[in-house]
């Protein structure tokens, strides 16, 4: 998937539960991102880091964690506390290049469902 | 706070026909452009560019303008084909702040045969 590896495709949660969605980039990017994706909606910004062992919280962070041990690895933790998981989630990662920021490589996206 | 507006929402237009979609940002310190195709159910892709320091890109049927006074761009696309079809999204970053990027809401794009 172009360099930036989402697992699993589809995952399904019980209420209650905390699961844990994998993003992998072999890009060498600095950047990476998680994304959430409504039916029909826009992305919305849910945690970023812009370097190992650092992360800020994006817009919709609540219910939500993430860690940033290696560079390669970004996954993100949907806990108990996030009362309307179902979701399209997508990873990206970007980078700068002598300044020069670059457009994102998103991944192929995890589709959770709770039930 | 930041923000990126697009219109229109859904757009219909006839094979062979033009589209156009608009985009207005907020930060005037923002002076990279990219945008995004998303096709159903799959992963948005980075389909074209723009950097402040230039006012029109094109790759093919593709175009960019950029209005820096303004602070408006815009995605143009020629002799649309079904496969055109899908949802556009624009963006707004600025290489001062890091790699943070706003995105608009999308525009879901028809395209009639």
Same mark, same amino acid.
């Given at each position: 998937?172009?360099?930036?590896?989402?697992?699993?495709?589809?995952?399904?949660?019980?209420?209650?539960?905390?699961? !844990?969605? =994998?993003?992998?980039?072999?890009?060498?990017?600095?950047?990476?991102?998680?994304?959430?994706?409504?039916?029909?909606?826009?992305?919305?910004?849910?945690?970023?880091?812009?370097?190992?062992?650092?992360?800020?919280?994006?817009?919709?962070?609540?219910?939500?964690?993430? =860690?940033?041990?290696?560079?390669?690895?970004?996954?993100?933790?949907?806990?108990?506390?996030?009362?309307?998981?179902?979701?399209?989630?997508?990873?990206?990662?970007?980078?700068?290049?002598?300044?020069?920021?670059?457009?994102? !490589?998103?991944?192929?996206?995890?589709?959770? !469902?709770?039930? | 706070?930041? @923000? +990126?507006?697009?219109?229109? %929402?859904?757009?219909? +237009? /006839?094979?062979?026909?033009?589209? $156009?979609?608009?985009?207005?940002?907020?930060?005037?310190? %923002? @002076?990279? &452009?990219?945008?995004?195709?998303?096709?159903?159910?799959?992963?948005? /892709?980075?389909?074209?560019?723009?950097? %402040?320091? +230039?006012?029109?890109?094109?790759? /093919?049927?593709?175009? $960019?303008?950029? @209005?820096?006074?303004?602070?408006? &761009?815009?995605?143009?696309?020629?002799?649309?084909?079904?496969?055109?079809?899908? $949802?556009? *999204?624009?963006?707004?970053?600025?290489?001062?702040?890091? &790699?943070?990027?706003? &995105?608009?809401?999308?525009?879901?794009? *028809? $395209?009639?045969?």
């Amino acid at each position: 998937d172009g360099g930036i590896t989402q697992s699993p495709k589809y995952l399904f949660r019980k209420e209650g539960q905390n699961v !844990t969605l =994998s993003c992998e980039q072999n890009l060498n990017h600095d950047a990476m991102y998680w994304y959430r994706q409504d039916p029909g909606q826009g992305l919305r910004l849910i945690y970023y880091s812009q370097i190992v062992n650092d992360f800020q919280k994006g817009d919709i962070a609540e219910g939500y964690s993430v =860690s940033r041990e290696k560079k390669e690895s970004f996954p993100l933790t949907v806990t108990s506390a996030q009362k309307n998981p179902t979701a399209f989630y997508l990873c990206a990662s970007s980078t700068k290049n002598r300044g020069r920021i670059f457009g994102y !490589t998103f991944g192929s996206g995890t589709r959770l !469902t709770v039930v | 706070g930041e @923000n +990126v507006e697009q219109h229109p %929402s859904t757009l219909s +237009v /006839q094979e062979g026909d033009s589209a $156009v979609i608009k985009c207005t940002y907020s930060d005037s310190a %923002s @002076n990279y &452009f990219p945008w995004y195709k998303q096709e159903l159910g799959k992963r948005p /892709q980075l389909i074209i560019d723009i950097r %402040s320091n +230039v006012g029109e890109k094109k790759d /093919q049927r593709i175009a $960019v303008t950029l @209005n820096k006074t303004a602070k408006h &761009f815009s995605l143009h696309i020629t002799e649309t084909q079904p496969e055109d079809s899908a $949802v556009y *999204f624009c963006a707004a970053s600025k290489e001062a702040g890091g &790699f943070k990027t706003i &995105f608009g809401a999308g525009t879901r794009l *028809f $395209v009639k045969a």
